[in-house]
């Protein structure tokens, strides 16, 4: 190896990635220090973008109840649930910035349909039985896919998902409450969670993504350690999971041919519209304007705060400088 000079230090890309792989394969963490593959990097920052475009936009739906709340209870536990999403959207977004992504530029990528969000926060929340259910199904199904990334390769992103998984707990917690809540409640309310189940449950299948089949980037995102299980893994594990907790509801799952597999122990759902979940994905949902249209409005009303707020860092950083010279 020749010497290396100051504007162009040799790099041995084989020995590097020969580290990077040793780290995969032991199952240690990769931190934003160490080299990294460039489709680690780049398939990393669109998966986390896309989680916390996910999160902040999320905060929509329920957000449109806050102020229709039916007690103070309900409107101290949903603004605390509404507010933990922002809370997620920011540590993910911090993750991104970890790996050289600049925030103002993902943003514009959302605003602009160039980077995703989950499909499910294309749908209305078309009744207050509908918070409940979000936070039963919607943050169900986010804890199924989230677990698993607690030990994702990337150190900033598994810790991120530490706290973030703590807090969907409560979310789910506080929806089957609500729910069980109404259970007990009249005809009528029994009805207007019967019908948000019947609206939510087919989506919520739909947030695990395509199935394994026609999910092509999967098989990469495992070996590099992103990803623990496959979409259909994670999805199956849901259904198991959802089945005797709408039992315990009362509530019936909109799937005729929902079944007991007694061979594999399992509850095997029906087909999945999958022409649904590419309309909605590609921007033909219900509400995919309406929600755009919001945060372009969050971001652009409010840009003279993150130019206040950036002058005065830089003024802050001039007068410390000063103080140290
Ligand atoms: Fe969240
Ligand atoms: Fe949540």
């Not at 495992?222 to 299980?229: D, F, N, P, S, V």
């Not at 219900?286 to 249209?293: K, L």
Request: charged share 25%; proline share 6%; aromatic share 8%.
């Amino acid at each position: 190896m020749s010497a290396p000079t100051l504007d162009r230090p040799a790099v041995d890309e084989t020995a590097l990635q020969a580290q990077f792989d040793a780290t995969i394969a032991a199952d240690h963490r990769v931190e934003p220090r160490d080299w990294m593959p460039e489709g680690y990097r780049k398939t990393l920052v669109r998966q986390i973008a896309q989680h916390a475009h996910s999160e902040i936009i999320g905060m929509q739906p329920e957000g449109d109840w806050l102020l229709a709340a039916p007690s103070l209870r309900r409107k101290a536990v949903l603004l605390a649930k509404v507010q933990d999403e922002a809370g997620h959207g920011l540590y993910l977004y911090s993750a991104a910035e970890t790996l050289g992504a600049d925030r103002a530029d993902l943003t514009d990528r959302l605003i602009e349909g160039r980077q995703k969000y989950s499909s499910i926060f294309n749908y209305p929340t078309l009744t207050y039985a509908d918070v409940g259910v979000i936070g039963w199904l919607v943050d169900g199904a986010a804890i199924c896919n989230q677990v698993p990334l607690c030990r994702s390769s990337y150190g900033p992103y598994a810790r991120a998902m530490i706290r973030v998984c703590k807090e969907e707990s409560f979310h789910q917690r506080q929806g089957y409450e609500l729910l069980m809540t109404m259970m007990r409640g009249t005809p009528e309310q029994r009805a207007m969670v019967q019908d948000a189940v019947d609206r939510w449950w087919w989506p919520s299948l739909m947030m695990f993504g395509p199935p394994d089949d026609d999910s092509p980037n999967s098989a990469q995102s495992m070996a590099w350690g992103i990803k623990r299980h496959s979409n259909d893994e994670l999805r199956q594990r849901y259904v198991d999971m959802s089945v005797p907790q709408a039992q315990v509801l009362g509530v019936t799952l909109p799937d005729p041919d929902l079944r007991w597999d007694e061979e594999s122990g399992h509850w095997r759902s029906g087909p999945i519209d999958w022409a649904e979940f590419k309309r909605v994905i590609s921007g033909e949902g219900p509400c995919n304007a309406e929600r755009i249209a919001r945060r372009r409005a969050a971001r652009d009303d409010n840009a003279w705060v993150t130019e206040a707020a950036t002058a005065y860092a830089a003024k802050h950083a001039e007068g410390h400088a000063g103080a140290v010279a």
